[in-house]
């Protein structure tokens, strides 16, 4: 897991110059409001919300009409092309371009669910810090110091989510359902300038992110165990990571309540350790089976989709496979915030066994195995796709799927 420092800073602010009294005292009502609406729950996630947008400041464009246009037609030639290449129906109710904004905004609710647990174990050692008989003379005072907890978890996921905001190319882009249920979403921006990167037709790539995010859709869409099964395993995971009470203890030393430049200062460095417990290693294999269960069905069904229609598909393919394995910067950013990467590690056996499977079963034996997670390939079955494959399943009692 990554340790990469976070500077924490008032949403849209520069550090103050403590000889300029206007931009002391500027800073100081930013201060004064943010520890008087703390929000609901350990992470201030309005302050979350303002930072992320403000590091994004005039680096997110407007969608316009043609965008729009393109993407919705994107989306539905790749609804049409997936219509072979896999028995879970559409999932598509809404086709929509948002700005790197809108990310932020429609993902929130998610990330709230996924970073509280985490960010509660932290307010909370910060809140032990203080000694218990200086506790009672603080009184009302004590509730400042989970206050500030909350905002500092909040200014510096807000800067995570705002990295991630810049890279993401589509609502379910990192392999998690982010976006509101049957709401297909592309980034315009981000496509653009990561087909640039690539060096190729910007139109292949919108369309194959468009492949992408309508594969992820039929999933979780026509799956209904699906959503809450990723979002446990994540939670499950994020249940066993400790805190680093000492990483936490040396950063709050750091504040100088004379001096509101410390609180521009503080870096939380290594406050998660995961734990090495039995428990907690199964709950990691648990989740990076099933990111890389997930993500394996998507570039093999969007492979098999796109065929020889893309004249690029080959290299787009790896791309994403590369960029899907490694993770971005901004998805590094966000490990070290909250202690969790979300990389399918076995993204490539996990595709080889959907292939494999496509090829003994058929397609709707294959997705058929998405009915009930106990049907699912296990960690161990990655070692030998073809075995697996060739195993003697009984798939007539599994009911109706609604494939």
Wanted: with cysteine; glycine share 10%; aromatic share 6%.
């Amino acid at each position: 897991m990554p340790d990469i420092p976070f500077g924490f800073a008032l949403p849209g602010a520069q550090p103050p110059d403590p000889n300029d009294p206007q931009q002391m005292q500027q800073f100081m009502a930013q201060l004064q409001q943010l520890l008087a609406s703390p929000g609901s729950g350990p992470v201030n996630w309005d302050l979350a919300r303002q930072v992320a947008v403000s590091q994004l400041g005039a680096a997110d464009p407007a969608v316009n009409i043609y965008e729009r246009n393109e993407v919705d037609e994107a989306l539905r030639l790749a609804d049409l092309w997936l219509e072979p290449a896999a028995a879970l129906p559409s999932g598509i109710r809404t086709s929509v371009a948002w700005t790197r904004n809108e990310w932020i905004y429609n993902t929130l609710d998610v990330w709230r669910k996924l970073c509280d647990p985490v960010a509660g174990r932290m307010v909370a050692a910060m809140g032990d810090l203080v000694p218990p008989e200086a506790r009672a003379q603080l009184g009302p005072m004590q509730s400042m110091v989970t206050t500030l907890g909350g905002a500092l978890f909040g200014g510096q996921l807000g800067q995570a989510l705002g990295s991630l905001a810049a890279e993401v190319l589509s609502a379910g882009d990192i392999g998690l359902p982010l976006g509101p249920a049957g709401t297909a979403a592309l980034v315009p921006t981000n496509i653009k300038e990561y087909g640039e990167g690539l060096e190729l037709p910007l139109d292949e790539v919108r369309l194959y992110v468009a492949l992408r995010e309508a594969a992820h859709q039929r999933l979780f869409q026509h799956v209904p165990w699906l959503r809450g099964h990723v979002l446990t395993a994540v939670e499950t995971y994020a249940a066993g990571i400790t805190v680093n009470r000492e990483a936490i203890e040396e950063a709050m030393g750091r504040i100088d309540p004379t001096n509101p430049e410390s609180m521009q200062a503080i870096a939380l460095e290594g406050i998660f350790t995961p734990e090495d417990s039995p428990a907690q290693k199964a709950a990691l294999a648990r989740l990076e089976t099933a990111l890389a269960l997930v993500e394996g069905w998507v570039c093999h069904v969007v492979d098999q989709a796109a065929g020889d229609r893309l004249p690029n598909v080959a290299r787009l393919g790896e791309a994403f496979r590369r960029r899907r394995a490694a993770g971005g910067p901004a998805e590094q950013t966000f490990a070290a915030l909250v202690g969790l990467e979300l990389r399918p590690r076995r993204l490539r056996e996990a595709a080889a066994l959907w292939a494999a499977l496509t090829e003994h079963r058929g397609t709707a034996g294959r997705d058929a195995l998405w009915g009930h997670p106990d049907l699912l390939p296990s960690e161990e079955d990655f070692a030998d796709p073809q075995t697996f494959a060739r195993s003697q399943l009984d798939l007539g009692d599994l009911g109706d799927l609604g494939l």
